[in-house]
């Protein structure tokens, strides 16, 4: 057992993370602005963890082994963009600082699969289907250039760490379990109308995991971190299947005109984005599915 602090402990990812991690046997600390941290946490604070001496005061009261960070303002255009980008990377300094100047031997940082681009008004083609973590980042607004520069600020941090390892995990459209009965997901619709209507399923028909998925990567990661070769890696959290009942190779091209070729290996259930990185190096692979879990 050890003591794993987790930031945004009351957030959709949040709770999944804190209650997988107490179920295998840690002692969790949750640290968020707002109430909801689910009461298997040993312990919740509340913190507003863009202050640096909010941040540095958890992590000296607690002295975790390792911090989970998830805090954010984690839907685009949900705030104005100044503020997006202003705590998110403020949020992602001050944790890495805490954690690095405190001693604690495991960071996670949550990113997003949103640094890669999709949705540009602009017009976007991916570079090559499916994407994994080679795949160029082009952010194009507020929300996904701040997780960019979180994922950088820890790689930053990685560079000269000598007792933190640390990694970033990029969740895909996150869904938690009450969603599958009906709930309405992060950016409105339901899990059922996104599969119904392609057209306006906008990330999720990119990429979806399931929250308690997702948990159990966070897990992985911590178990993984100490051995991995590289500090600072970056990891994909996906679904193994697409959020969508025909296959993307058909689908995609509607909604990303010029896809056709690209989109061509999307054939049966294989969806956009690849976690074959967190296979290879974690042994994680995500176990759950709209297949299995749709009510
Ligand atoms: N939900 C998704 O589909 C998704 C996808 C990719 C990445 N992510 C990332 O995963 C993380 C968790 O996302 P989520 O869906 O659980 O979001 P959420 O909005 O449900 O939870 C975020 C939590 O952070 C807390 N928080 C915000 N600002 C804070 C601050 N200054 N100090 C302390 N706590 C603060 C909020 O109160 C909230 O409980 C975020 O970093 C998000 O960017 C989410």
Same mark, same amino acid.
């Given at each position: ?11 959709? #990812? ?6 997988? #991690? ?22 919740? /604070? ?10 540095? *005061? ?5 002295? $975790? ?22 705590? @998110?990377?403020? /949020?992602?300094? @001050? ?11 495991? /960071? ?5 699969? &949103?640094? =890669? ?7 976007? +083609?991916?570079?090559?289907?499916? =994407?994994?973590? *080679? ?17 950088? &600020? ?29 709930? $309405? ?11 119904? +209507? ?8 990119? @990429?979806? =995991?399931?929250? +308690? ?5 966070? =897990?992985?990661?911590?178990?993984? /971190?100490?051995?991995?070769?590289? @500090? ?13 009942? *025909?296959?993307?190779?058909?689908? #995609?091209?509607? &909604? ?13 259930? &294989? ?25």
């Amino acid at each position: 057992m050890s003591r794993v602090l987790v930031t945004g402990s009351a957030g959709r #990812l949040g709770r999944s993370v804190v209650t997988a #991690l107490a179920a295998a046997g840690h002692e969790v600390i949750g640290v968020d602005t707002a109430p909801g941290t689910p009461q298997e946490a040993a312990a919740t /604070l509340p913190a507003d963890l863009t202050d640096l001496g909010e941040a540095f *005061e958890a992590v000296t009261r607690f002295r $975790p082994q390792s911090v989970v960070h998830l805090a954010a303002i984690a839907t685009p255009f949900s705030r104005s963009d100044a503020v997006t980008f202003r705590v @998110n990377t403020q /949020l992602a300094f @001050n944790l890495c600082e805490a954690s690095v100047s405190l001693g604690v031997g495991n /960071l996670v940082v949550a990113s997003s699969p &949103t640094v =890669i681009g999709y949705g540009a008004p602009g017009g976007w +083609r991916p570079a090559y289907l499916p =994407i994994d973590e *080679e795949h160029p980042a082009q952010p194009w607004h507020a929300y996904s250039l701040s997780k960019l520069v979180a994922e950088q &600020t820890m790689q930053a941090f990685a560079r000269t760490a000598t007792a933190t390892r640390m990694a970033a995990i990029r969740p895909c459209f996150v869904i938690a379990p009450e969603e599958w009965a009906g709930a $309405p997901t992060q950016s409105g619709h339901t899990v059922a109308e996104r599969l119904e +209507r392609p057209e306006i399923a906008g990330a999720s028909l990119f @990429n979806y =995991i399931d929250a +308690r998925d997702a948990a159990e990567m966070v =897990i992985a990661l911590l178990d993984h /971190l100490p051995s991995l070769p590289r @500090n600072g890696e970056v990891f994909f959290a996906g679904a193994a299947d697409a959020l969508a009942t *025909e296959p993307l190779a058909d689908l #995609l091209p509607k &909604t990303v005109p010029g896809t056709e070729g690209l989109a061509s290996s999307l054939t049966g259930t &294989t969806p956009a984005f690849s976690s074959a990185k967190a296979e290879r190096l974690l042994g994680w692979q995500a176990k759950r599915s709209w297949r299995t879990e749709l009510s």
